[in-house]
């Protein structure tokens, strides 16, 4: 790429600020278009020699499809010159945990690692400190991945369901989106799968790169659970006791950050120790406070029916949880009857625009009530809850009815929470 050439970053959030600096620094002559300065932004590209398209920017716009010669990204332009092995992660959910899990893991054994993509830092923002020595852990979304030319060193696909139904037309095109993570792989290249998701095992056609699997219910050969051991390439390399994180769903995020390490030459004992010192994200099931006895607990970042399934069976205890938010067009069945299943779920505390569909998925009105937004669940909860149970924000949908994003939730249900010391 030509130090005389004219780049228009388009999009100037936190990866266009990232571009911005990096190219800028490097001698190149840039234009930032945002839409939010200006709506008809992106209407004459024909200026420019070199677009960079910011992930949220749909790929399928018309004005973008004109300008696929001239297309380039951060996601793109990193690949190009980072001079490391690249560790990627995708899939519908358990991105960060995985990604940051194996990060912190490769942190701890010694190696000069790098979160970045989605998580961490823009990856831009590192490069140039980069060396052949070092590893790169990138998160990797749909939106990064559907217009990649290339595939990581490593590639991990964890549970593919669906997601983004609001932006990709289908599920099929939701899956393909996300292909290329393995179909540029070499033959020295490896393709780390969940073998329990037909979705990810469906990736086992693309690519040369090997293919390895983990399951947290068959025995596979590349990681598995047999009993309470944690299984990698046919050694323990721990046991779930030694799982810091809570959730028996957490371990298909373990298994395959376990298993990219030990590709990598990890040893054994510095898994153990990563796992046990690492307790997981904000906002991922996420502990934030005891009140009069009853334990209150922030997984705002779920925003799919089966991530909520999943925090649902993560508990034992007496449980009121909090679900609802903005449409993303997501199947609420399995979630409706997981509901009703849950022996331990006393009461489901509805909010936001999707509230009406979530209560027919549960078709049991003793189930559920519409308390319409979060400090409505609490002047409920005020009433209700009692100590030894648990309150479970874990809404199964998007933010974006009532807030800016999924942290911005978040931290209004800590607020609420941490309001409650002041009116007891």
């Given at each position: 790429m030509g130090k005389n050439l004219h780049i228009a970053i388009l999009g100037h959030g936190i990866e266009g600020k990232s571009a911005e600096a990096y190219l800028k620094k490097h001698g190149y002559k840039v234009t930032v278009l945002d839409e939010k300065d200006d709506p008809a932004a992106f209407k004459d590209l024909?200026?420019?020699?070199?677009?960079?398209?910011?992930?949220?920017?749909?790929?399928?716009?018309?004005e973008i499809q004109a300008s696929l010669s001239r297309l380039n990204s951060v996601t793109r332009y990193?690949?190009?010159h980072c001079p490391c092995p690249i560790i990627g992660v995708t899939g519908t959910k358990g991105k960060g945990t995985t990604s940051t899990l194996l990060y912190k893991i490769l942190k701890n054994e010694g190696h000069r690692a790098h979160l970045g993509g989605n998580i961490g830092d823009p990856p831009l923002d590192f490069l140039d400190d980069l060396t052949q020595e070092s590893l790169v852990v990138l998160e990797l979304s749909s939106f990064q991945l559907e217009d990649l030319p290339q595939s990581p060193h490593i590639a991990i696909v964890l549970n593919t369901t669906s997601d983004h139904l609001d932006y990709h037309p289908s599920v099929e095109a939701y899956h393909d989106a996300k292909k290329s993570i393995v179909?540029?792989?070499?033959?020295?290249?490896?393709?780390?799968l969940n073998g329990d998701y037909e979705g990810s095992r469906a990736f086992a056609k693309l690519g040369a790169g090997e293919k390895l699997y983990y399951s947290t219910i068959d025995p596979v050969e590349g990681a598995h659970l047999d009993n309470d051991k944690i299984i990698v390439l046919s050694k323990q390399v721990a046991?779930?006791?030694?799982?810091?994180?809570?959730?028996?769903?957490?371990?298909?995020?373990v298994l395959p950050a376990a298993l990219a390490a030990t590709l990598?030459?990890?040893?054994?004992?510095?898994?153990?120790?990563?796992?046990?010192?690492?307790?997981?994200?904000p906002h991922r099931l996420e502990f934030v406070a005891t009140h009069q006895g009853v334990q209150y607990f922030n997984d705002s970042f779920s925003t799919t029916p089966e991530t909520s399934i999943a925090a649902i069976k993560a508990f034992?205890?007496?449980?009121?949880?909090?679900?609802?938010?903005?449409?993303?067009?997501?199947?609420?069945?399995?979630?409706g009857r997981a509901v009703v299943t849950a022996k331990n779920l006393k009461k489901v505390l509805l909010i936001g625009q999707t509230a009406t569909r979530l209560a027919s998925s549960i078709n049991d009105p003793d189930k559920f009530i519409h308390v319409h937004s979060l400090q409505g669940a609490f002047a409920y909860l005020k009433k209700h809850a009692r100590p030894d149970e648990v309150v479970l924000l874990s809404p199964a949908c998007a933010s974006l009815?009532?807030?800016?994003?999924?942290?911005?939730?978040?931290?209004?249900?800590?607020?609420?929470?941490?309001?409650?010391?002041?009116?007891a």
């Amino acid at each position: 790429m030509g130090k005389n050439l004219h780049i228009a970053i388009l999009g100037h959030g936190i990866e266009g600020k990232s571009a911005e600096a990096y190219l800028k620094k490097h001698g190149y002559k840039v234009t930032v278009l945002d839409e939010k300065d200006d709506p008809a932004a992106f209407k004459d590209l024909t200026p420019f020699d070199t677009i960079f398209r910011s992930p949220g920017i749909r790929f399928d716009r018309p004005e973008i499809q004109a300008s696929l010669s001239r297309l380039n990204s951060v996601t793109r332009y990193f690949f190009e010159h980072c001079p490391c092995p690249i560790i990627g992660v995708t899939g519908t959910k358990g991105k960060g945990t995985t990604s940051t899990l194996l990060y912190k893991i490769l942190k701890n054994e010694g190696h000069r690692a790098h979160l970045g993509g989605n998580i961490g830092d823009p990856p831009l923002d590192f490069l140039d400190d980069l060396t052949q020595e070092s590893l790169v852990v990138l998160e990797l979304s749909s939106f990064q991945l559907e217009d990649l030319p290339q595939s990581p060193h490593i590639a991990i696909v964890l549970n593919t369901t669906s997601d983004h139904l609001d932006y990709h037309p289908s599920v099929e095109a939701y899956h393909d989106a996300k292909k290329s993570i393995v179909s540029h792989q070499l033959a020295e290249d490896f393709a780390i799968l969940n073998g329990d998701y037909e979705g990810s095992r469906a990736f086992a056609k693309l690519g040369a790169g090997e293919k390895l699997y983990y399951s947290t219910i068959d025995p596979v050969e590349g990681a598995h659970l047999d009993n309470d051991k944690i299984i990698v390439l046919s050694k323990q390399v721990a046991t779930t006791k030694d799982v810091a994180l809570r959730g028996a769903h957490n371990l298909e995020n373990v298994l395959p950050a376990a298993l990219a390490a030990t590709l990598l030459n990890v040893k054994p004992q510095t898994i153990k120790k990563t796992l046990r010192e690492f307790t997981g994200l904000p906002h991922r099931l996420e502990f934030v406070a005891t009140h009069q006895g009853v334990q209150y607990f922030n997984d705002s970042f779920s925003t799919t029916p089966e991530t909520s399934i999943a925090a649902i069976k993560a508990f034992q205890e007496p449980l009121y949880l909090i679900a609802g938010g903005s449409e993303k067009h997501s199947d609420f069945t399995d979630w409706g009857r997981a509901v009703v299943t849950a022996k331990n779920l006393k009461k489901v505390l509805l909010i936001g625009q999707t509230a009406t569909r979530l209560a027919s998925s549960i078709n049991d009105p003793d189930k559920f009530i519409h308390v319409h937004s979060l400090q409505g669940a609490f002047a409920y909860l005020k009433k209700h809850a009692r100590p030894d149970e648990v309150v479970l924000l874990s809404p199964a949908c998007a933010s974006l009815d009532q807030f800016e994003n999924y942290k911005v939730r978040g931290e209004t249900f800590r607020q609420l929470v941490k309001n409650l010391d002041k009116t007891a």
